[in-house]
């Protein structure tokens, strides 16, 4: 459990400051640049990190790990347009981790890693339907195209820590290789979905709906499909915590939406990036 949620937590970081990257990249270089090529760099890495997460705790566990990125945003935010986090976002935060330990505390064995075929063209069929929704939702030019673009990119970012399972007992067969070929699939059409999603709507309206669903995809499948367990008589625990981890992180993408006025702050993140 200390390894598992060790490594999301450092992948956490690593997302949360990529995150601000990103969003700075996309609005002053576009789709291309080094800017973007880094921050695909920091995600490789963070995905390594949340690989070992995955392999030690319950999928449900690792995502709000990895959901407390938004803390890191959020403070990286405050500063790059010199503005404190207000009064909600600093409960939010507290709720997070509050929530958090509650999943830690009802965390129960992790679930089984193996994929047969039905499994594996499951999530080629997740795959190909999120990329249709997501090209259909690229022709609306509006605040409402952005958030289903971001929806999407949730449901895609979602589908590869699902697929990332295959890797964690890897035979290195037929077995492994198909799902895991997806991991990559579903990263890059997250990454791109997410980034023409920051270009229609704003950051909250984005990375509200992406936080949701790349938070509750990957639980819902990991107790479902996988077996994830919660420990015996700490369901209600493992609910309230689940829920008031989501809850504020939803809340924290509030506190993302400053990354809108970087152009009138021209500090630049990346090589200041730690908060304060």
Do not use: N
């Not at 790990?65 to 207000?86: H, M, N, Q, Y």
């Not at 709507?201 to 996988?226: D, H, K, Q, R």
């Amino acid at each position: 459990m200390v390894i598992g949620l060790g490594a999301a937590l450092v992948a956490a970081v690593i997302f949360g400051v990529a995150a601000v990257v990103q969003a700075i990249a996309a609005r002053r270089f576009g789709l291309v640049s080094p800017l973007m090529v880094l921050v695909g760099l920091m995600y490789l890495v963070g995905w390594v990190l949340h690989l070992v997460a995955i392999a030690y705790v319950p999928l449900y566990v690792a995502q709000v790990g990895i959901a407390v990125s938004l803390v890191v945003t959020a403070l990286i935010a405050a500063r790059v347009v010199k503005e404190p986090l207000a009064t909600r976002h600093w409960v939010a935060i507290t709720g997070m981790v509050l929530g958090l330990v509650l999943l830690v505390g009802a965390a129960g064995p992790v679930g089984d890693h193996f994929f047969d075929t039905d499994r594996t063209r499951a999530l080629y069929l997740a795959f190909a339907l999120t990329l249709v929704l997501g090209l259909a939702a690229r022709r609306l030019h509006t605040e409402r195209g952005g958030v289903l673009l971001g929806t999407m990119a949730g449901i895609a970012y979602g589908g590869s820590p699902i697929a990332t399972r295959s890797l964690v007992d890897p035979t290195w067969d037929r077995e492994t290789a198909a799902p895991a070929f997806t991991i990559a699939l579903f990263g890059v059409l997250g990454f791109w979905l997410y980034s023409l999603a920051l270009q229609r709507a704003s950051v909250t309206a984005s990375t509200a709906p992406l936080v949701l669903f790349e938070t509750l995809v990957p639980a819902v499948v990991g107790i479902v499909v996988f077996g994830d367990q919660v420990r015996p008589g700490w369901w209600p625990a493992a609910v309230i915590g689940f829920a008031l981890s989501t809850g504020c992180a939803l809340v924290l993408c509030g506190a993302e939406s400053r990354l809108e006025h970087i152009e009138e702050h021209r500090d630049d993140p990346v090589t200041d990036p730690q908060p304060t």
